[in-house]
């Protein structure tokens, strides 16, 4: 089965520019999240969606981030305009929430690199 | 959501049982333990849970005490692969589904 799928891998850009991150969740998961990690911070989440409504959002560091899931197989996490502190590797989970203690499978992250 | 507390690092000789420990003393009764580890350069992976009764899978066991104040996650036979940071996260199903990820304890398996 596939797993959680992000793009790019990868992601190079110059301050100011806006960056949007890419999730596709495991097939037949209701819930969504977005997680940023760095060295100084650790994995935090950002915001989490269950049946692509957005239910906790605390987590947004500022304006400058917003998320959207326009349909149960697609999110996009977008930073505009972006900063150098933004540069971290952030990750997407997916899960089924609501059936039990279902955990949270994630992706392999996009490293983002803001010069 | 109860916090955990995990040591820093520990080093596992290669073959040999690696028992990772994560004390939750202010868990509830309804809060699920979770166990991820880390890979450098990968995400999280989910390895096992649990609640009140010992699990196993075909990747670990997880034996949680009785009064549940504390697991201990065990990988039977470790290899080098098995190097990477391991993550105990509580949780309750009905809640916020917020894991918040500490420190973790930095494993690593020696030759």
């Known amino acids: 089965d596939a797993g959680v799928i992000q793009s790019p891998r990868h992601e190079v850009t110059e301050m100011g520019q806006e960056v949007t991150l890419r999730c596709k969740p495991i097939?037949?998961?209701?819930?969504l999240f977005w997680y940023r990690q760095t060295m100084m911070r650790g994995l935090e989440l950002l915001i989490y969606f269950n049946n692509n409504v957005p239910i906790d959002d605390s987590g947004m560091p500022e304006d400058r981030f917003s998320a959207k899931m326009p349909n149960a197989s697609f999110s996009t996490l977008k930073i505009q305009p972006s900063e150098p502190r933004d540069s971290a590797v952030y990750f997407c989970?997916?899960?089924?929430?609501?059936?039990?203690?279902?955990?949270?499978?994630f992706g392999d992250g996009t490293r983002l690199s803001i010069l | 959501d109860a916090k955990t507390t995990q040591p820093t690092s520990m080093d596992c000789a290669e073959g040999r049982a690696a028992n990772l420990p994560c004390n939750h003393s202010?868990?509830?009764?309804?809060?699920?333990v979770y166990w991820y580890r880390q890979i450098h350069s990968q995400g999280p992976q989910y390895i096992i849970h649990?609640?009140?009764n010992n699990e196993t899978n075909e990747m670990a066991s997880l034996i949680i005490t009785e009064d549940r104040k504390s697991s201990t996650l065990i990988l039977p036979h470790a290899t080098l692969r098995d190097t990477a940071v391991y993550y105990c996260i509580v949780l309750r199903p009905s809640g916020t589904y917020k894991y918040i990820f500490g420190t973790g304890t930095r494993l690593k398996v020696l030759a």
């Open positions: 649990g609640l009140k």
């Open positions: 097939s037949g998961h209701n819930s």
């Open positions: 202010t868990i509830s009764g309804n809060e699920y």
């Open positions: 989970a997916s899960s089924r929430v609501g059936a039990g203690d279902q955990p949270q499978h």
